[in-house]
Protein backbone atom coordinates (compact mmCIF):
# COMPACT_ATOMS: atom_id res chain seq x y z
CA UNK A 1 0.00 0.00 0.00
CA UNK A 2 0.88 3.83 -0.75
CA UNK A 3 0.43 6.46 0.73
CA UNK A 4 0.85 9.87 -0.76
CA UNK A 5 2.95 13.07 1.07
CA UNK A 6 -0.56 15.13 1.83
CA UNK A 7 -1.94 11.17 3.46
CA UNK A 8 1.16 11.27 5.41
CA UNK A 9 0.67 14.66 6.97
CA UNK A 10 -3.15 14.43 7.53
CA UNK A 11 -2.49 10.82 9.42
CA UNK A 12 0.79 12.67 11.40
CA UNK A 13 -1.55 14.90 12.65
CA UNK A 14 -4.15 13.20 13.37
CA UNK A 15 -2.02 10.96 15.76
CA UNK A 16 -0.12 13.79 17.39
CA UNK A 17 -3.92 15.17 18.55
CA UNK A 18 -4.87 11.68 19.74
CA UNK A 19 -1.70 11.40 21.51
CA UNK A 20 -1.82 14.54 22.84
CA UNK A 21 -5.52 14.58 24.38
CA UNK A 22 -6.03 12.31 27.38
CA UNK A 23 -8.32 9.08 26.15
CA UNK A 24 -11.14 9.68 28.86
CA UNK A 25 -12.12 13.44 27.64
CA UNK A 26 -14.37 13.81 24.46
CA UNK A 27 -13.80 15.98 21.63
CA UNK A 28 -16.43 18.26 23.07
CA UNK A 29 -15.49 18.22 26.90
CA UNK A 30 -11.88 18.96 25.49
CA UNK A 31 -12.98 21.78 23.68
CA UNK A 32 -15.48 22.99 26.44
CA UNK A 33 -12.74 23.00 29.02
CA UNK A 34 -10.68 25.29 27.00
CA UNK A 35 -13.42 27.65 26.58
CA UNK A 36 -13.56 28.13 30.57
CA UNK A 37 -11.65 31.04 31.44
CA UNK A 38 -9.04 30.96 34.54
CA UNK A 39 -10.55 33.46 37.23
CA UNK A 40 -8.19 34.58 40.13
CA UNK A 41 -9.34 36.61 43.72
CA UNK A 42 -7.76 40.11 43.64
CA UNK A 43 -7.64 42.96 46.24
CA UNK A 44 -7.02 46.00 45.10
CA UNK A 45 -6.99 49.21 47.35
CA UNK A 46 -9.02 51.74 45.02
CA UNK A 47 -9.77 55.53 46.19
CA UNK A 48 -8.80 54.64 49.81
CA UNK A 49 -10.94 51.36 50.54
CA UNK A 50 -10.25 47.78 49.36
CA UNK A 51 -12.09 46.43 46.65
CA UNK A 52 -11.93 42.35 46.35
CA UNK A 53 -12.71 40.80 42.87
CA UNK A 54 -13.01 37.70 41.14
CA UNK A 55 -11.74 38.27 37.61
CA UNK A 56 -10.54 36.37 34.49
CA UNK A 57 -7.38 36.81 34.57
CA UNK A 58 -6.72 38.41 31.27
CA UNK A 59 -8.96 41.23 32.38
CA UNK A 60 -7.36 44.28 32.49
CA UNK A 61 -7.46 47.03 35.13
CA UNK A 62 -9.04 49.23 32.91
CA UNK A 63 -12.00 46.68 32.32
CA UNK A 64 -12.23 45.38 36.04
CA UNK A 65 -12.68 49.34 36.81
CA UNK A 66 -15.41 49.87 34.53
CA UNK A 67 -17.35 46.76 33.50
CA UNK A 68 -16.91 45.45 37.80
CA UNK A 69 -16.56 47.91 39.66
CA UNK A 70 -18.39 50.75 37.62
CA UNK A 71 -15.42 53.22 38.30
CA UNK A 72 -16.79 55.00 34.41
CA UNK A 73 -14.51 58.33 35.11
CA UNK A 74 -11.43 56.30 33.95
CA UNK A 75 -12.08 56.18 29.75
CA UNK A 76 -11.70 53.65 27.47
CA UNK A 77 -9.92 55.28 24.14
CA UNK A 78 -7.36 53.44 22.10
CA UNK A 79 -7.42 50.14 24.42
CA UNK A 80 -3.81 50.16 23.24
CA UNK A 81 -1.88 52.46 25.48
CA UNK A 82 -1.41 55.20 23.23
CA UNK A 83 -3.95 57.91 23.72
CA UNK A 84 -3.65 58.22 27.36
CA UNK A 85 -7.72 58.35 27.95
CA UNK A 86 -7.02 55.45 30.53
CA UNK A 87 -4.06 57.25 32.47
CA UNK A 88 -4.82 57.05 36.48
CA UNK A 89 -2.20 56.67 39.38
CA UNK A 90 -0.99 53.75 40.81
CA UNK A 91 1.52 53.53 43.81
CA UNK A 92 1.94 57.37 43.09
CA UNK A 93 3.08 56.76 39.47
CA UNK A 94 0.81 56.99 36.33
CA UNK A 95 0.10 54.46 34.15
CA UNK A 96 -2.02 53.76 31.39
CA UNK A 97 -4.62 51.05 32.80
CA UNK A 98 -5.27 49.43 29.83
CA UNK A 99 -2.21 48.12 29.43
CA UNK A 100 -2.13 46.43 32.90
CA UNK A 101 -3.99 43.51 34.38
CA UNK A 102 -6.02 43.61 36.86
CA UNK A 103 -4.41 41.07 38.99
CA UNK A 104 -1.12 42.18 38.60
CA UNK A 105 -2.40 44.90 41.21
CA UNK A 106 -3.13 42.78 44.40
CA UNK A 107 -2.59 45.79 47.18
CA UNK A 108 -1.61 48.04 45.03
CA UNK A 109 -2.99 52.17 45.82
CA UNK A 110 -5.08 53.14 42.98
CA UNK A 111 -6.64 56.29 42.50
CA UNK A 112 -8.91 56.96 39.70
CA UNK A 113 -10.55 60.60 38.64
CA UNK A 114 -13.38 59.79 41.56
CA UNK A 115 -10.79 59.17 44.29
CA UNK A 116 -8.97 62.94 43.04
CA UNK A 117 -12.16 64.92 43.88
CA UNK A 118 -15.93 65.26 43.29
CA UNK A 119 -18.34 68.09 41.94
CA UNK A 120 -18.72 69.38 45.58
CA UNK A 121 -15.15 68.93 46.34
CA UNK A 122 -13.28 69.56 43.76
CA UNK A 123 -9.26 68.59 43.79
CA UNK A 124 -6.94 71.74 42.72
CA UNK A 125 -6.57 70.06 39.51
CA UNK A 126 -9.92 69.73 38.76
CA UNK A 127 -11.00 73.45 39.27
CA UNK A 128 -7.70 74.74 37.00
CA UNK A 129 -8.71 72.82 34.37
CA UNK A 130 -12.50 74.04 34.48
CA UNK A 131 -10.89 77.23 35.25
CA UNK A 132 -8.40 77.47 32.17
CA UNK A 133 -10.88 75.61 30.35
CA UNK A 134 -8.66 72.72 29.72
CA UNK A 135 -11.22 70.39 28.05
CA UNK A 136 -13.88 70.82 25.33
CA UNK A 137 -15.55 67.46 24.77
CA UNK A 138 -14.14 65.95 28.04
CA UNK A 139 -13.48 62.63 26.92
CA UNK A 140 -10.26 62.47 27.56
CA UNK A 141 -10.03 64.87 30.31
CA UNK A 142 -9.87 62.35 33.37
CA UNK A 143 -7.00 60.71 31.94
CA UNK A 144 -5.26 64.05 31.56
CA UNK A 145 -6.14 65.50 35.18
CA UNK A 146 -4.83 62.44 37.28
CA UNK A 147 -1.09 62.57 34.59
CA UNK A 148 -1.01 66.31 35.43
CA UNK A 149 -0.95 65.31 39.02
CA UNK A 150 0.68 63.01 38.57
CA UNK A 151 3.74 65.04 36.30
CA UNK A 152 3.75 67.79 39.12
CA UNK A 153 4.86 65.32 41.51
CA UNK A 154 7.35 63.19 39.12
CA UNK A 155 8.71 66.88 38.87
CA UNK A 156 8.92 67.44 42.76
CA UNK A 157 10.68 64.24 42.98
CA UNK A 158 13.17 64.96 41.18
CA UNK A 159 12.68 62.56 37.66
CA UNK A 160 14.09 64.00 34.87
CA UNK A 161 12.47 63.57 31.16
CA UNK A 162 13.97 63.97 27.93
CA UNK A 163 13.82 67.98 27.93
CA UNK A 164 15.61 68.18 31.28
CA UNK A 165 18.84 70.13 31.34
CA UNK A 166 20.52 67.99 33.53
CA UNK A 167 20.18 64.12 34.87
CA UNK A 168 21.50 65.05 38.15
CA UNK A 169 19.80 68.42 38.94
CA UNK A 170 16.26 68.82 40.27
CA UNK A 171 13.72 69.20 36.65
CA UNK A 172 12.19 72.38 36.93
CA UNK A 173 8.28 73.14 37.01
CA UNK A 174 7.86 74.78 33.75
CA UNK A 175 5.88 74.62 30.29
CA UNK A 176 8.46 72.45 28.46
CA UNK A 177 8.77 69.49 30.95
CA UNK A 178 5.10 69.64 31.38
CA UNK A 179 4.26 69.35 27.49
CA UNK A 180 6.71 66.45 27.13
CA UNK A 181 5.48 64.85 29.80
CA UNK A 182 2.01 65.02 28.82
CA UNK A 183 2.70 64.00 25.27
CA UNK A 184 1.05 61.00 26.17
CA UNK A 185 -2.11 62.34 26.62
CA UNK A 186 -3.66 63.16 23.39
CA UNK A 187 -6.58 65.71 23.36
CA UNK A 188 -8.52 64.96 20.21
CA UNK A 189 -10.10 68.70 20.72
CA UNK A 190 -6.63 70.48 20.95
CA UNK A 191 -6.96 71.95 24.40
CA UNK A 192 -3.22 72.04 25.26
CA UNK A 193 -2.57 75.35 25.62
CA UNK A 194 -4.61 75.51 28.03
CA UNK A 195 -4.37 72.58 29.64
CA UNK A 196 -0.58 73.66 30.13
CA UNK A 197 -2.13 76.79 31.84
CA UNK A 198 -3.80 74.81 34.20
CA UNK A 199 -0.96 72.62 34.90
CA UNK A 200 0.90 75.43 35.53
CA UNK A 201 -1.19 77.45 37.85
CA UNK A 202 -1.30 74.01 40.06
CA UNK A 203 2.62 73.84 40.10
CA UNK A 204 3.09 77.14 41.52
CA UNK A 205 1.11 76.62 44.15
CA UNK A 206 3.58 75.21 47.03
CA UNK A 207 3.50 71.06 47.70
Known amino acids: MTISRRG ?8 A ?15 ANLEQPAMSKVTININGKPRALDVDTRTTLLDALREHLHLTGTK ?8 G ?14 LTLAVMHEGSE ?23 DGYQCGYCTPGQICSAVAVIQEIR ?7 SESLTDAPQLIAREFQ ?14 NIIEAITEVAEVPA
Open 157 to 163: DGIPSHV
Open 76 to 83: KGCDHGQC
Open 180 to 193: ERMSGNICRCGAYS
Open 110 to 132: ITTIEGLGMPDKLHPMQAAFIKH
Open 85 to 98: ACTLIADGRRINSC
Open 8 to 15: FLILGAVT
Open 17 to 31: TAFAMPPFISLKAYA
